[in-house]
């Protein structure tokens, strides 16, 4: 191999090196393409539920009444003292034991969304039982349309046998884009039949950092 040759090939690895370590190009607000963090926030667009990622200055432009964005909260909840009986989940026809519902307000109704591999699947909700359940819990009454939701996690069981999650029933109001983290997370990593042990791991994880901020949000409003 003559000199000429070996200093093409060096060069050739160099170029190779430079793009297996090149950095993903950084996430930019969707309005003025400024870099955000890996943890910023959103609005949602109410019409097609579409998420859009915008910086923090960006965020205050959507507080308000805005006639086609909303800013979505970064607060979570635990709702420790909620009130459901089985014969009310069971009438909701959710066919997992994982949900979440939010008021659409272009439906003018609450929707129901579970997560599936294939994506978030919407399920015809009862209304009468979903008034039922904000009776017996009026905190749902109270939740921001479009931008939380309630999380209904009854997949315990399952979860406590695999990852060592806790086995009970849980129950958040969470904004809008954790739940749809939580769909993406389910999608990318579910295999086969039942799901495999990495996606459970990953909802115990998922659900174990929102317990964690809900604890951290509750010491801050002690102090």
Same mark, same amino acid.
Request: glycine share 6%; proline share 6%; hydrophobic share 40%.
């Given at each position: 191999?003559?000199?000429?040759?070996?200093?093409?090939?060096?060069?050739?690895?160099?170029?190779?090196?430079?793009?297996?370590?090149?950095?993903?190009? #950084?996430?930019?607000?969707? +309005?003025?393409?400024?870099?955000?963090?890996?943890? &910023?926030?959103?609005?949602?667009?109410?019409?097609?539920?579409?998420?859009?990622?915008?910086?923090?200055?960006?965020?205050?432009?959507?507080?308000?009444? &805005?006639?086609?964005? %909303?800013?979505?909260?970064?607060?979570?909840?635990?709702?420790?003292? +909620?009130?459901?009986?089985?014969?009310?989940?069971?009438?909701?026809?959710?066919?997992?034991?994982?949900?979440?519902?939010?008021? /659409?307000?272009?439906?003018? %109704?609450?929707?129901?969304?579970?997560?599936?591999? #294939? @994506?978030?699947?919407? /399920?015809?909700?009862?209304?009468?039982?979903?008034?039922?359940?904000?009776?017996?819990?009026?905190?749902? #009454?109270?939740?921001?349309?479009?931008?939380?939701?309630?999380?209904?996690?009854?997949?315990?069981?399952?979860?406590?046998?695999?990852?060592?999650?806790?086995?009970?029933?849980?129950?958040?109001?969470?904004?809008?884009?954790?739940?749809?983290?939580?769909?993406?997370?389910?999608?990318?990593?579910?295999?086969?039949?039942?799901?495999?042990?990495?996606?459970? @791991?990953?909802?115990?994880?998922?659900?174990?950092?929102?317990?964690?901020?809900?604890?951290?949000?509750?010491?801050?409003?002690?102090?």
């Amino acid at each position: 191999m003559s000199a000429g040759e070996m200093d093409h090939r060096d060069d050739a690895f160099s170029v190779l090196r430079r793009f297996a370590t090149r950095r993903p190009a #950084a996430e930019r607000c969707e +309005f003025c393409s400024h870099v955000v963090a890996e943890e &910023h926030q959103h609005v949602v667009e109410p019409a097609t539920r579409r998420l859009v990622c915008v910086c923090d200055a960006c965020a205050v432009l959507f507080s308000g009444d &805005h006639p086609r964005y %909303r800013r979505v909260p970064r607060s979570v909840r635990v709702l420790s003292n +909620f009130q459901i009986t089985d014969a009310q989940w069971d009438s909701l026809l959710i066919p997992i034991g994982m949900a979440f519902f939010s008021h /659409s307000s272009p439906a003018g %109704r609450t929707v129901a969304l579970y997560p599936s591999p #294939a @994506g978030p699947t919407e /399920s015809l909700l009862p209304l009468e039982t979903w008034q039922d359940i904000v009776r017996d819990n009026p905190v749902l #009454a109270r939740m921001q349309p479009d931008v939380e939701a309630l999380v209904v996690n009854r997949l315990g069981a399952s979860q406590h046998e695999i990852s060592g999650a806790p086995a009970a029933s849980e129950y958040f109001i969470l904004p809008i884009d954790e739940c749809f983290k939580l769909v993406g997370l389910i999608r990318l990593h579910w295999k086969g039949l039942s799901g495999g042990v990495q996606v459970w @791991g990953e909802m115990a994880r998922f659900f174990a950092a929102i317990r964690e901020r809900a604890g951290e949000a509750q010491e801050i409003r002690r102090a």
